[in-house]
């Protein structure tokens, strides 16, 4: 995954970027940040984006991110965001098919991305998979 807007800062701290973190609906945080925002509400119910407010769901480190995970202090916030991740991005959330539906944009954006970008290569099961599902897609509205 590519990495935040160039020139952009993270909304929480207002400093550069560390540890960037895509929340679904596609605003860039500090992966600490975002995590300290969760910590500061309730730790029982997924955090709200301090932009739009809406329900974070799903939170993506850029690979960047990922790549450094052997640095400590790196590893232990990724660890906290895989944490976030399964409890509040699994299906056993209220709503969980209505909140897939509206990440729809966000995961839609992403697999083009992934699928057109030639330096980064789906295996080719999983691309023949996506392919024969957007045909079938868009034959069943024929």
Not at 10 to 15: A, F, K, P, Y
Not at 36 to 51: E, F, I, K, N, Y
Not at 64 to 84: F, N, T, W
Not at 93 to 99: I, R, V
Request: charged share 20%; glycine share 6%; hydrophobic share 35%.
């Amino acid at each position: 995954m590519e990495g935040p807007p160039c020139g952009d800062v993270c909304s929480v701290c207002h400093g550069n970027f560390n540890v960037p973190c895509q929340a679904n609906c596609s605003h860039w945080f500090c992966g600490n940040c975002i995590m300290l925002v969760w910590d500061h509400g309730s730790t029982l119910q997924a955090c709200r984006c301090p932009l739009c407010r809406r329900r974070i769901t799903l939170l993506i480190p850029n690979d960047d991110s990922l790549r450094q995970r052997h640095d400590p202090a790196v590893g232990d916030i990724l660890q906290k965001v895989e944490s976030y991740n399964r409890i509040f991005g699994g299906p056993t959330t209220a709503n969980g098919l209505f909140q897939r539906i509206q990440d729809l944009p966000f995961l839609l954006r992403r697999l083009v991305r992934e699928l057109v970008d030639p330096h980064r290569s789906l295996p080719l099961v999983i691309r023949a998979r996506v392919y024969i599902a957007i045909l079938t897609f868009f034959s069943y509205l024929r």
